[in-house]
C-alpha cells in the first residue's frame, strides 16, 4: 500500500519550495525567545491570592490573576472610574441604582 502510493510520484520540484518554506520557519523559530519567566513569576502570586475560600470563585479567581499580570500598579491605579461604573448600574436593563446609605446601618 505504501509503495502504490507514495514511490510513483515525483516530488522533486514540489519538495524543493517545500524545504524553503520549512527553512524559513526554523529560521523565524530560532529568533524567537523561549522563555517561561512570566510564567513562573505569575506562580507565587496565584499562591498569594488563591486560598480555600477563593478556590472555587474560578471567574473571580482568573480576573485577579489578569489584573495581577497585567494591569497597573496600585500606585497608577486610579480606582474612580471602576467605582463610576459599578455606583451607576444599567439602568436600561431595569437595576437600581446602588445608593450608600450609611445611616440605615447605625443603632
Same mark, same amino acid.
Given at each position: 500500500?505504501?509503495n502504490?502510493?507514495?514511490? *510513483?510520484? %515525483?516530488?522533486?520540484? !514540489?519538495? @524543493?519550495? *517545500?524545504?524553503? *518554506?520549512?527553512?524559513?520557519?526554523? +529560521?523565524?523559530?530560532?529568533?524567537? #525567545?523561549?522563555?517561561?519567566? $512570566?510564567?513562573?513569576?505569575?506562580?507565587? /502570586?496565584?499562591?498569594? =491570592? @488563591?486560598?480555600?475560600?477563593?478556590? /472555587?470563585?474560578k471567574k473571580?479567581? +482568573? $480576573? =485577579?490573576? !489578569?489584573?495581577?499580570?497585567?494591569?497597573?500598579?496600585?500606585?497608577e491605579f486610579? #480606582?474612580?472610574?471602576?467605582f463610576?461604573?459599578?455606583?451607576?448600574? %444599567? !439602568?436600561? @436593563?431595569?437595576?437600581? !441604582?446602588?445608593?450608600?446609605?450609611?445611616?440605615?446601618?447605625? @443603632?
Open positions: 500500500m505504501f502504490s502510493h507514495f514511490c *510513483d510520484k %515525483d516530488y522533486s520540484s !514540489q519538495g @524543493k519550495s *517545500d524545504l524553503k *518554506d520549512i527553512l524559513r520557519l526554523i +529560521e523565524i523559530l530560532l529568533v524567537l #525567545p523561549i522563555s517561561a519567566a $512570566g510564567c513562573e513569576r505569575m506562580v507565587p /502570586s496565584q499562591n498569594r =491570592l @488563591k486560598s480555600s475560600l477563593r478556590a /472555587s470563585l473571580s479567581l +482568573e $480576573g =485577579l490573576i !489578569q489584573i495581577l499580570a497585567r494591569g497597573p500598579s496600585l500606585e486610579n #480606582p474612580v472610574p471602576s463610576d461604573c459599578w455606583f451607576a448600574r %444599567d !439602568q436600561s @436593563k431595569g437595576e437600581r !441604582q446602588r445608593r450608600l446609605n450609611f445611616l440605615t446601618h447605625q @443603632k
